[in-house]
C-alpha cells in the first residue's frame, strides 16, 4: 500500500507563512519527482511546484513563484512547500503527488490516476 500524507495546513492572515509537509511510506520513491498541486472550490486542481529526486531542479508555476519554495528529504521520504507572503487566493486543498516523469516541467501535466496522491491539507489565507 503506498500512502502520501499531507500536513500543516490551516488557517493564516495574509502575508504570512506555512510549511506543508508530505511524508511517502509503502515503497521507495527512488526517482520519483515529487510535486504539490493545489484545488480551491469550483476550480480545478491546478499545478504549483515541483522537484527532481536530486533535488538539482525545480519548477513553480508562476503565481507562487519568489514565495514558495519546494524541498526534499529523501532519507525520510518527505517533501516540503515552504509558502511565504501568502495571499487569499493562495487559499485552497494542497495535495503532493509523486510520479516518474522525464523532467519536473511535466509534473504540470499530470493527473489521477497517473502517479501516486495524498488525500490533501487545506490552506486558507485570510485577508
Known amino acids: 500500500q503506498v500512502q502520501l500524507v499531507e500536513s500543516g495546513g490551516g488557517l493564516v492572515q495574509a502575508g504570512g507563512s506555512l510549511r506543508l509537509s508530505c511524508a511517502a511510506s509503502?515503497?521507495?520513491?527512488?526517482?520519483?519527482?515529487m510535486g504539490w498541486f493545489r484545488q480551491a472550490p469550483g476550480k480545478e486542481r491546478e499545478f504549483v511546484a515541483a522537484i527532481s529526486w536530486s533535488s538539482v531542479s525545480t519548477y513553480y508555476a508562476d503565481s507562487v513563484k519568489g514565495r514558495f519554495t519546494i524541498s526534499r528529504d529523501n532519507a525520510k521520504n518527505t517533501v516540503y512547500l515552504q509558502m511565504n507572503s501568502l495571499k487569499p487566493e493562495d487559499t485552497a486543498n494542497y495535495y503532493c503527488?509523486?510520479?516518474?516523469?522525464?523532467?519536473?516541467?511535466?509534473?504540470?501535466?499530470?493527473?489521477?490516476?497517473?502517479?501516486?496522491w495524498g488525500q490533501g491539507t487545506q490552506v486558507t489565507v485570510s485577508s
Open positions: 509503502g515503497r521507495t520513491f527512488s526517482g520519483y519527482v
Open positions: 503527488a509523486a510520479a516518474l516523469v522525464a523532467t519536473v516541467r511535466f509534473m504540470k501535466d499530470i493527473a489521477p490516476p497517473y502517479g501516486y
